[in-house]
C-alpha cells in the first residue's frame, strides 16, 4: 500500500512539474510574440515572477495538509493574474475586465514608412532642381543689380542736363534721404547703392547747400565732391547795351566766372536749344565771323555762380534774349524792317554804336533810306565798323590788316549793304528802332547823319546830302575833322 502511494505521488510531483515547465514555455512564448509584434512601453527588467515549485517532502506526511496538486494550481493562478492578457490559458477563467489597468500612454507607435531607392532618386533630383534654380535666379538679380549699379555709379551713357538741386541739413543727416532726393531730380537711379556707396566710402559728411548744379553723368564720386565743394560764391556783374562779345567774355573773366577764351570758343562751336538761332545763318562767308552768337548775348545785370562752366553762361545769355525778344518781335522783323532777325540784329547793333537813345530811330531812318537801291547809296559808310574791326583786327605796323577776309566783309566803306554780322550786343532800344525808323518829315529824306561824341548829350545832326554833310563835320569836329 504504501508503496503505491509513494509511486502515486511521485507520478503527480511529476505531472506539477512538466505542467511547470510547460506554462513557463508557453509565458515566456506569449511574452515574446507580444514584444516582437508591438512596441510596448514595458521595463523588460522587470520579469514575470515564475511560479515556485512545490518543496519536495519528505514521507513525513506535508502532502497530506496541502495537496501539491492544488497548490500549484492556486499559485499559478494567482500569479496569473498580473499578466496583461486577454485570453491567458493559465487564467484560470478570469476576464479581461478583472486585469489591472494599464498605462495611458499608446502600446503602440506607428511604423514610419521607409522610402524606396527610387523614392529617394525623385527627391534627390527635385532637390537639385530647385536649388539649381534658386541659384541661377539669385544669379540673374545679382547681375543685374551689379549691370545698373556700375551705370549708376559712373553715370554711363547718362543725361548731361544740369539740374540744380538743393539740400537741406535732414538730407545731411541722413544719406538715405539725400539718395532718395538725387532720384527724385533724376542724378541717381538706384538710391539704395548710391546710400551703400557712401557708408562704404565714408562719405557721409555734407552741409547744406543751395542751387547746386549736378548731372546724371558726373557718376557717384563726382556727385559727392560737388556736394562736399564749399558753397558756389555768386556774383551779379552788369554788361551795358553795345558791348562786344569779347567785351563780355572779359569782364566774366575778370569776376572770375569763367575764362574769357573758353567763353567765346563755347559760342563759336557750342550747341545750343533757343528758337531764334534757327534764324542764325551758318556756313559759306559766315564762317568768317568772329563770333557765331554776336549780337545775342543780351545785356542786363546777371547773376553767375564763381567758376561757372561757359557753356551755363552762354546759355544764361541767349535765354534772356529769348525772353526779352519774344516770339512776337522776332515775327516783326520777318515780317518788317529789313526782313529777317539776323539782320534786323546786325542794323540793331550799327545803331546802338552810332546814335544815343533820342537819335536811334533817326538814325534808322537814314540806314534805311541808305539800303533802299533808289538812293543811289549802296554802302552804309558807318565809322562803328571800324571800331569793330579794330577789335578783332588790330593794327600791326600802324596799319589795319587789310587782307583779311573779314575786314572786307565787315567794313561798311567797302562792302554791298549791311555788314557779315552783329557788330555788338544791343539793347531793346536798338532793336525797336530797327524795327520802327523815324517818320519826321525832315528826317525821311536824309541820307546822312553825324554823331558828336565830344557832346554830352551825343547829339546827332541829319542831312540829305554829302555837302552838308561834310559842312556840318567840320563845324562840330566830327570824324574825319575832329
Not at 539704395?192 to 546724371?216: G, H, I, W
Request: glycine letters at 6%; charged letters at 25%; one cysteine or more.
Amino acid at each position: 500500500m504504501s508503496e503505491e502511494l509513494d509511486k502515486i505521488l511521485k507520478d503527480i510531483q511529476k505531472r506539477k512539474t512538466i505542467a511547470h515547465a510547460e506554462m513557463q514555455d508557453q509565458v515566456e512564448k506569449q511574452r515574446q510574440e507580444k514584444i516582437s509584434g508591438f512596441k510596448l512601453e514595458l521595463d523588460l527588467e522587470d520579469e514575470i515572477p515564475v511560479p515556485a515549485v512545490a518543496k519536495t517532502a519528505n514521507s513525513s506526511g506535508d502532502y497530506a495538509a496541502n495537496p501539491p496538486s492544488e497548490r500549484l494550481f492556486v499559485e499559478t493562478a494567482e500569479e496569473l493574474t498580473n499578466i496583461p492578457a486577454k485570453n491567458d490559458i493559465f487564467s484560470s477563467g478570469l476576464d479581461a475586465e478583472s486585469l489591472p489597468p494599464t498605462t495611458d500612454r499608446p502600446l503602440v507607435e506607428k511604423k514610419k514608412k521607409k522610402q524606396t531607392a527610387a523614392e529617394r532618386i525623385a527627391w534627390g533630383w527635385s532637390r537639385a532642381f530647385l536649388y539649381l534654380v534658386l541659384v541661377i535666379g539669385v544669379s540673374g538679380i545679382l547681375i543685374f543689380v551689379g549691370i545698373t549699379g556700375s551705370i549708376d555709379l559712373l553715370g554711363f551713357n547718362k543725361s548731361e542736363a544740369i539740374v540744380r538741386v538743393t539740400i537741406t541739413q535732414e538730407h545731411c543727416d541722413d544719406t538715405a534721404k539725400l539718395a532718395k532726393l538725387l532720384d527724385e531730380n533724376g542724378i541717381i537711379d538706384q538710391p539704395f547703392m548710391f546710400n551703400l556707396y557712401c557708408k562704404f566710402t565714408d562719405k557721409t559728411a555734407f552741409s547744406p547747400r543751395e542751387d547746386v548744379p549736378l548731372q546724371a553723368s558726373m557718376g557717384y564720386e563726382a556727385v559727392i565732391n560737388a556736394l562736399k565743394t564749399v558753397k558756389n560764391v555768386s556774383v551779379k556783374v552788369m554788361f551795358q547795351e553795345g558791348m562786344t562779345a569779347r567785351e563780355i567774355a572779359a569782364r566774366l573773366e575778370e569776376n572770375g566766372i569763367c575764362p574769357a577764351d573758353e567763353f567765346i570758343d563755347v559760342l563759336n562751336k557750342g550747341t545750343f536749344a533757343q528758337s531764334f538761332l534757327a534764324d542764325v545763318p551758318d556756313g559759306g562767308e559766315y564762317d568768317n565771323r568772329f563770333v557765331r552768337f554776336e549780337g545775342f548775348l543780351f545785356p542786363d545785370t546777371y547773376e553767375f555762380y564763381v567758376d561757372e562752366k561757359p557753356e551755363n553762361v552762354a546759355n544764361k545769355f541767349l535765354t534772356t534774349f529769348s525772353n526779352r525778344v519774344d516770339i512776337n518781335l522776332r515775327i516783326k522783323m520777318k515780317n518788317e524792317g529789313v526782313a529777317s532777325v539776323y539782320d534786323t540784329i546786325i542794323m540793331a547793333s550799327i545803331i546802338e554804336w552810332e546814335a544815343t537813345k533820342p537819335y536811334m530811330t533817326s538814325v534808322s531812318r537814314v540806314l534805311h533810306n541808305r539800303l533802299n537801291p533808289a538812293t543811289g547809296l549802296p554802302r552804309l559808310q558807318c565809322d562803328a565798323t571800324y571800331r569793330y574791326l579794330d577789335q578783332y583786327l588790330p593794327w600791326i605796323d600802324g596799319a589795319r590788316q587789310t587782307e583779311h577776309k573779314a575786314y572786307t566783309l565787315y567794313n561798311t566803306d567797302v562792302c554791298v549793304g549791311l555788314p557779315l554780322g552783329p557788330i555788338c550786343n544791343p539793347g531793346l532800344d536798338a532793336i525797336n528802332a530797327a524795327l520802327n525808323p523815324s517818320t519826321e518829315a525832315k528826317i525821311m529824306k536824309a541820307n546822312y547823319f553825324a554823331t558828336d561824341r565830344n557832346d554830352e548829350q551825343g547829339t546827332t545832326y541829319f542831312s540829305n546830302t554829302l555837302a552838308e554833310h561834310e559842312a556840318i563835320c567840320r563845324r562840330y569836329k566830327i570824324g574825319a575833322y575832329g
